[in-house]
């Protein structure tokens, strides 16, 4: 009895700590965000669906870098095609390429130590960023910077949902083939993510690099209008938000993971009852524990109020991607989940192109194509497990 009495109170304790170390953090980060976008910038863009058919490209784009590559993930494996990148990036450094590696410190937990001593010793800058410290070690551990971007040479820039790993060139059984979007940006777009990996790079190793002209070299302006969106801590809901309520015909939701908050699912309520068409594709096989169930709720409702939901079976749904009638579209590393909108590091692209929304819906269409519609029926027969597993999910949404 006593000693289940000294658990009940150091199960409490923790529990305290945590709120009080999760309620301070974040108090605090939210003190320091800003809610920044970048200005309207021209250029070509490119979008890779596929991930054999985007590294074929970003490597061949690294092995003709002369200056500098500057890379930032949220995963890099520890199989044979993250090695093969790592080598990749070995080589570029002898050249005398300038190559800078920042990682995820959660998300990057996978590469070794002496992978990571084998790069600098290539002569790469290697840093980890987001690091889990003091005196918010639980906050600091949710707040990831899930961004992906590259820049090579200040001319060529990569942004998008794919990492590094095995089942990104669709080589992993589970999860095969691996469907995601990423751009590929020529012209003023790879001078702003120049811009933000510089930033990101700053905060993590307080080396301050945005005055190196070098990394800033004239570009063709190019005829894509786009623009950036970095978000951090609570900057992406405002946004979402915005995009919804433009929203006066269709959109569409392409999410791994699709948890909104509390805001945005009465605003997509709002939107279905004025009468626009919402399409939201989401994975049939889910990669992470809970997800799906958490998702549950919000899309009983959805349906109910005439939105459209498809499951897609050909593979992994990964994709971050909205449109909003033909005259924007949105790709980038958010998913549409309360960890992007509220903890992590971000970055996606509005893009306002007719001809691109045209490709991208086509993209979109070929998913839902190879995608089983989701139905009331499938999310209201009796199932006291999958029930459990909502509660749960519910509980927890706020981390999944």
Excluded at 26 to 40: A, D, F, Y
Excluded at 168 to 185: M, Q, V
Excluded at 208 to 230: A, C, E, T, W
């Amino acid at each position: 009895m006593k000693f289940a009495l000294v658990l009940i109170g150091v199960l409490l304790l923790i529990i305290i700590w945590l709120v009080l170390d999760f309620r301070l953090g974040r108090k605090k980060h939210l003190s320091q965000v800003k809610n920044l976008e970048s200005p309207m910038l021209h250029g070509q863009l490119d979008i890779f669906p596929h991930g054999p058919e985007l590294f074929a490209d970003y490597f061949k784009e690294i092995k003709a870098a002369k200056q500098h590559v500057h890379i930032l993930f949220y995963i890099v494996k520890n199989d044979a095609f993250s090695l093969e990148f790592l080598q990749l990036l070995k080589e570029k450094a002898r050249e005398g390429v300038e190559v800078r590696l920042l990682l995820d410190r959660i998300g990057g937990i996978y590469l070794k130590k002496s992978s990571i001593n084998e790069l600098r010793e290539a002569g790469i800058h290697f840093s980890y960023s987001n690091r889990v410290k003091l005196p918010y070690l639980f906050y600091s551990a949710q707040v990831r910077n899930h961004r992906k971007i590259t820049i090579i040479d200040g001319k060529i820039g990569y942004l998008g949902g794919y990492n590094i790993g095995r089942e990104y060139i669709n080589e992993d059984p589970k999860l095969s083939p691996w469907r995601d979007y990423h751009l590929k940006l020529l012209g003023e777009g790879a001078t702003f993510l120049q811009s933000e990996f510089l930033i990101d790079w700053r905060e993590n190793t307080d080396e301050n690099l945005l005055g190196r002209s070098n990394y800033f070299p004239d570009v063709p302006k190019g005829l894509i209008r786009h623009q950036f969106m970095p978000t951090e801590a609570v900057t992406l809901e405002g946004k979402y938000v915005r995009l919804i309520q433009m929203a006066s015909e269709s959109m569409i939701i392409g999410t791994p993971y699709f948890i909104p908050s509390k805001l945005l699912f009465h605003e997509l309520i709002g939107a279905l009852r004025r009468g626009v068409q919402l399409t939201i594709v989401v994975p049939y096989t889910s990669d992470h524990i809970l997800v799906q169930e958490a998702s549950h709720h919000y899309l009983k409702v959805l349906i109910r109020e005439g939105a459209k939901v498809f499951q897609f079976k050909n593979g992994f749904y990964h994709a971050k991607t909205i449109v909003i009638d033909d005259k924007l579209c949105d790709i980038g590393t958010a998913n549409f989940d309360k960890r992007s909108l509220f903890l992590n590091k971000e970055i996606n692209c509005y893009i306002f192109n007719p001809e691109f929304i045209r490709r991208l819906k086509s993209v979109l269409q070929k998913d839902i194509d190879d995608s089983r519609p989701l139905t009331l029926a499938d999310l209201t027969k009796p199932n006291l497990f999958r029930s459990i597993k909502e509660g749960i999910a519910g509980i927890f949404s706020y981390f999944l």
